[in-house]
C-alpha cells in the first residue's frame, strides 16, 4: 500500500489567498483525522471523519478552515482567507475505525502564507 | 482535560548508549498511551502503545515503554541507540471510551545519536 497521500508537500501563497490541501487515506481506512503542527502549539487535531462523516470538528480554528469528505478515498481542507499565522505543517492520517486503532500519517503539507 | 509534558525538548546520545526519553501525563480519567516517531520531512509512525495488560510494551526496533499509573508517566528507553534512531519522538495520550481517536501530543524530544 502506498499510505496516506498528501498533495502539495509544499504551498507558499500570500495572504488573503485561498488554499486547499488534499488528502488520499489508505484504502480500506474508515476514519481520517487532519493535524496542524507549529513550533509554539505543537500536534492539535482539527477534525476528524469517520465513514465520511465529520465527528469532530472542535480543533478547527475559525470559520476560515473548512474540510471535506465526498467519498471514502479523498478528503480536503481549505483555508480562504489564508493567513500568515496559519503557516504551519499540515497533516492527514487515517486508522482503519477510529478508536485507539494505529493512526497512519502522511507525510505533511508544509504551508507558508507570506 | 489532558495533557502531555516531555519533560526534554532535546536529548543527545551517543551511539551505542542507553538512552530514555521521559513522558508525564495527566487526565481525569482511565487513558490509552502511545510514542510516536517522526523522522526528518515525514509524518509521524507509531512506535509503540499501551492499551492493557502487561505495563511493559516493545516495539520491533528495541524500545521500549512502561506505563507507571502512579507516577503517571510512560517512559520510552532504549539500551542501545543507532544512528538511525535520530528522529524526534512524540507521546500520546487519549481517554479510553467514546474519545479514544483523539490524541493529545506532547511538543516532542529531538534525540540526536552521535557518532
Known amino acids: 500500500d502506498a499510505g496516506v497521500i498528501q498533495s502539495p508537500r509544499h504551498e507558499v501563497t500570500e495572504m488573503g489567498q485561498e488554499v486547499t490541501l488534499r488528502c488520499k487515506p489508505i484504502s480500506g481506512h474508515n476514519s481520517l483525522f487532519w493535524y496542524r503542527q507549529t513550533m509554539m502549539r505543537g500536534l492539535e487535531l482539527l477534525i476528524y471523519f469517520n465513514n465520511n462523516v465529520p465527528i469532530d470538528d472542535s480543533g478547527m480554528p475559525e470559520d476560515r478552515f473548512s474540510a471535506k469528505m465526498p467519498n471514502a478515498s479523498f478528503s480536503t481542507l481549505k483555508i480562504q482567507p489564508s493567513e500568515p499565522r496559519d503557516s504551519a505543517v499540515y497533516f492527514c492520517a487515517s486508522s482503519l475505525s477510529g478508536g485507539a486503532e494505529t493512526q497512519y500519517f502522511g507525510p505533511g503539507t508544509r504551508l507558508l502564507v507570506l | 482535560a489532558q495533557s502531555v509534558t516531555q519533560l526534554d525538548s532535546q536529548v543527545p546520545v551517543f551511539e551505542e548508549a542507553p538512552v530514555e526519553l521521559r513522558c508525564n501525563y495527566s487526565s481525569s480519567v482511565s487513558v490509552y498511551l502511545f510514542w510516536y516517531v517522526q523522522y526528518p520531512n515525514q509524518g509521524l509512525q507509531l512506535l509503540l502503545k499501551?492499551?492493557?495488560?502487561?505495563?511493559l510494551v516493545e516495539s520491533i526496533n528495541g524500545f521500549e515503554a512502561e506505563f507507571n499509573k502512579s507516577q503517571t508517566s510512560f517512559h520510552l528507553r532504549k539500551p542501545s541507540v543507532h544512528i538511525s534512531d535520530t528522529a524526534e519522538y512524540f507521546c500520546a495520550v487519549s481517554d479510553i471510551g467514546a474519545g479514544s481517536y483523539q490524541l493529545t501530543f506532547g511538543k516532542g524530544t529531538k534525540l540526536s545519536v552521535i557518532p
Open positions: 499501551y492499551l492493557s495488560g502487561s505495563t
